[in-house]
């Protein structure tokens, strides 16, 4: 008999935080949820860690292996709650931040706002040292200098430090220097350079993700230190992990160094989730759509891979607008996050109109019907109202929800002004709502030359199963696939992730025999790195396999914007220069319609994800359909395709067996969310419990 082994993953979002307790040996999973704790999230990590383990009969001692998310990052940058951070720049280069890319993100609105900085002038300084685009040394630090700077620096009580140095990701020597300088003369300050947090090249956007990092950094470490106690507490023996934006789980002292890698890490975790149940299922290419208390985010996958993208804006003041954040370089999984959740508010807009979100009601107060103080409705108000969520069983019958209090925000907001009932008001919410997110599906996928019609829709989150139905109805979309503990599937991301860290280095040169050398020095570096850093964060017993991915940002010389190249490891073994350059021209040819031979081939950067395996993971399989009664009730339930309300069936999910057909009007109900099929959708379910809805008619 084999021992069981326990992998907990947690993450916090806006509104819940999701536990799941899974056994590697069987598969075996156990979900908790509670609401986020916004000022103090360790507390309802505490609070939910101990119904999780109340409910398993299991202490700390019993897990091997516990792995993060959070949007705690993500939180203090938008709200601008991180400590007093200052910036140390190249001599006549402290202002790269306010100047931006000096380019407009509305080119015809004469009132454009742009996003403040995180540091502001009077905390941006100057030293006098240079070094060239070849990495040459043409003014050295002036040492006394710095020790100035740094007596002024703790007048002015400063928590942390940027250092971003011109050409830096060429030669770190001097950000180095200063980095050292600063830390004897200042004990206890963090400090962040942007030759180790992101050494690439283009000033403004290296410049923003350093401070980025460093103004989270010393509230990261007090964060991550706080939950490393509260897993202590209750008998938890080894590491904490964290998963990161780009997908991959690191130790939490490499999270502490680089929290700007984590900006993101609680999608991306669904998005891992979506591809582990992808290959138990057999489909290797679906949509993601995880929709949560305050944001949803649809992704792409395809062929069991998500696409990763090198750049991510954070705290746009224009929504959807490119260029209105603040830009990082890092590697993150690319999805299209909407201002769209069950606390999304709804409110009239100056001109009479309905608009939902991106507001959020959060946790705090929450929406109307969860009785906390919230006044104003929501998403989760009108879906209440329109008979999806049942009263009594929100989160298993944990929270009591309050029609009548939705119904009053939804009549004193919505249905009065308009002149029109609850319900229809309601109905509105929920529609505008869905609309909202289906442009934007739409979008994400063509814009990746794709059709939503080959894809089925993978529901997730804790609203997405109640809302996946219309948007793959009105996508045209195959179906819609939701797996068992979808409610929290972010968290199943966690513990079914391998070790990843990903890589860059810049090399601005042709790619070519004298050059590569030099190119493959670089990967060289950044295996050997990774693979130092796999041997000190282990998640299983015996030796990690070691595997790399190898990229380059490559384009024509003299082109404006690079494409990035996945290559082959054995082109990079042979040193295969040639092979790279056709692969680049036929890549071109296939993407653009077009290549230019005659034009040499430009490398702007290297990159390396080095990442062990993943954990041997199997879902259990059902039995046969129970005797149990499969249906729990009848209640009225509106659906737009009848644009009316209608008796619909409720079932309970837990009793759902193997095998087991119906047909949709029907509202399938669990502990973690709650899954809406309308009158068109069939609903099978398959030998792992996964529920797929087909959908006998499409609107195209």
Known sequence: MMTAKYRL???????????????ETSGEMILE?????PDDPARGVNQGLSLLLRKSGLDGASVEVAIHATTLITNALIERRGLKTALVATQGFRDTLEMGSEVRYDLYDLFMVKPAPLIPRNLRFEVDE???SDGEVLTPVNEAQVIALAQQLAALEVRSVAIVFLHAYRNPSHERQVAAILARELPGITISTSSSVAPEIREY??????????????????????????????????????????????????????????LESGPAAGVLAAIFYARQLGIPSLVTFDMGGTTAKVGLVKEYEAAKSGTFEFGRVARFKKGSGLPVKMPIIELIEIG???????????????????????????????????????????????????????????????????????????????????????????????????????????????DPRKFYLFAFGGAGPAHAYELARSAGMKGIIVPNGAGAASAMGLVTSGIAFDYARSLVVEVNGQTWPQIAALFEEMVTEGTALLAGVKLSQGPEEVKVQYQLDVRHKGQGHEMTLDIPEELVKTGDYRGIC????????????????????????????????????????????????????????YFPELKDFTLTPIYDRYALGAGMAFDGPAIIEEKECTIVVGPSGRVRVDEFGTIFIDIASSIT
């Open 33 to 37: 949820k509670c609401l986020t704790t």
């Open 130 to 132: 240079r070094i060239n």
């Open 205 to 262: 956007e290296r410049t923003s993700t350093t401070a980025a990092n460093a103004y989270a950094k010393p509230i990261t470490a007090s964060y991550l230190d706080l939950v490393s106690h509260t897993l202590t507490e209750s008998g938890y023996r080894n590491k904490l992990y964290m998963m990161l934006s780009a997908g991959g789980v690191t130790g939490v002292d490499v999270a502490k160094e680089y929290p700007i890698r984590m």
């Open 582 to 637: 056709e692969l680049f021209y036929t890549t071109h040819r296939k993407k653009f319609g077009h290549e230019h031979r005659h034009l040499a081939v430009q490398l702007i950067t290297c990159r390396a994800t080095v990442s062990g395996h993943d954990p041997d993971i199997r879902l259990p399989r059902l039995h046969a359909p129970r005797t149990a009664q499969i249906q729990k009730g009848k209640r009225r339930v």
């Open 340 to 450: 769209a959740g069950g606390g999304s508010i709804a409110a009239m807009d100056k001109m009479g109109l309905l608009k939902v979100g991106p507001r959020s009601a959060s946790a705090q107060p929450g929406p109307a019907c969860y009785g906390q103080g919230g006044r104003l409705p929501t998403v989760t108000d009108s879906n209440l109202v329109l008979g999806y969520l049942n009263a009594g069983y929100f989160l298993g019958g944990a929270m009591t929800l309050d029609e009548q209090a939705a119904r009053t925000a939804i009549r004193e907001n919505i249905a009065d002004p308009l002149n029109i009932s609850v319900e229809k008001a309601a109905s509105g919410i929920y529609e505008i709502v869905n609309q909202s997110m289906i442009s934007a599906m739409k979008v994400h996928i063509v814009e990746r030359g794709d």
């Open 9 to 23: 993953g947690f993450d916090i979002g806006g509104t819940f935080t999701d536990f799941v307790l899974t056994d």
